[in-house]
């Protein structure tokens, strides 16, 4: 439906990222916010994002943004677009976790972890509680490292982005070009 007089237009996919992902960290970077507290932000984001603990990710970022002073509603943007990996990390945690506790696999899967919290029995609460530790201590121990990782191969890359001249529309046009381009 037309209500301009010119033709719909599907958006690219490099226009709808721009928007949606480099828009904002540009934003922040113009803002004044340094490509390092960017790059804390973005790497907290992601790593307290994959939580193994259901509901906590939202309340890890609100800690983390209040006590380094970060960008608050930036931590939890990504902290929602990593969201999905939370489940998909789940049962790589839980592995993880036998393993560094030397403790016999269990045969579980996210329908039975569901089971487990929908029904209150003391046995799948007390397997449930452990499977949480187990999954608990991998995320510590890989989402510190990956924190810091991620955290160094962003501040050269958020000090680039930083100094790109072009103002938002024309980044918009610029990014739709290359992915219309073979």
Request: charged content about 10%.
């Amino acid at each position: 439906m037309q209500t301009d007089g010119k033709p719909n237009s599907i958006p690219q996919p490099a226009t709808n990222f721009a928007h949606r992902i480099i828009q904002p960290v540009l934003n922040l970077l113009r803002q004044g916010m340094t490509p390092e507290k960017v790059a804390l932000t973005i790497a907290l984001g992601v790593t307290l994002g994959v939580t193994p603990i259901f509901g906590l990710a939202s309340i890890l970022c609100f800690l983390a943004a209040i006590l380094l002073r970060l960008n608050g509603p930036a931590i939890q943007l990504v902290n929602y677009l990593v969201y999905p990996l939370q489940f998909v990390l789940l049962i790589p945690f839980i592995r993880l976790g036998e393993w560094i506790f030397a403790a016999r696999p269990t045969k579980i899967s996210v329908a039975e972890l569901l089971r487990l919290l929908q029904h209150n029995d003391q046995t799948g609460l007390a397997a449930l509680w452990t499977l949480t530790l187990h999954a608990l201590v991998a995320w510590v121990a890989l989402g510190s490292l990956a924190a810091v990782i991620l955290y160094f191969l962003l501040i050269p890359m958020l000090r680039r982005i930083r100094q790109f001249p072009l103002p938002p529309q024309k980044l918009d046009h610029k990014l739709s070009k290359l992915s219309s381009s073979p």
